[in-house]
């Protein structure tokens, strides 16, 4: 017999796959991070290296001092990422999609450069 939700809220409904995906180590990216090498991102000035990336964003450690005003989630931000490789380096724009209770900022892409998408997927090859 199937398991019926209901008469539970969507985040009700959400939590039970979000726990099990965590146990069995699913995750729900369509690109595969990587931590290595670690890219170079300025943003207002700011010069940081992500924790982790992919073809679909980057997680930055936290600013050190704050931003002013502070980075919220929803916020799109513009910058420049280095680091790729063979002097490649360009623009880029994202959305902040989560801001961790430690700071880790997570960043979801939504313009790069095209010669640094092609730079970064040579560079996300498993």
């Known amino acids: 017999m ?4 209901r008469n539970m809220g ?10 099990v995906r965590r146990v069995l180590g699913w995750d729900r990216r ?14 207002s000035g700011r010069k940081m ?3 982790d990336w992919s073809l679909g964003g ?17 916020v799109t931000i513009e910058g420049r990422i280095s680091g790729i490789g063979l002097g490649n380096s360009g623009n880029f724009v994202a959305d ?9 900022i997570g960043l979801r892409w939504l313009e790069l450069d095209s010669h640094v998408f092609l730079a970064l997927s040579g560079l996300n090859v498993s």
């Open 30 to 43: 369509r690109h595969a991070r990587s931590s290595g090498p670690r890219l170079r991102i300025q943003i």
């Open 49 to 51: 290296r992500t924790l």
């Open 2 to 5: 199937p398991l019926v939700f």
């Open 96 to 104: 902040v999609v989560r801001i961790s209770k430690n700071g880790e």
């Open 58 to 74: 980057c997680k930055l450690p936290p600013f050190d001092p704050p931003m002013d005003p502070p980075l919220r989630t929803g």
């Open 10 to 19: 969507i985040k009700a409904r959400m939590a039970l796959p979000n726990f």
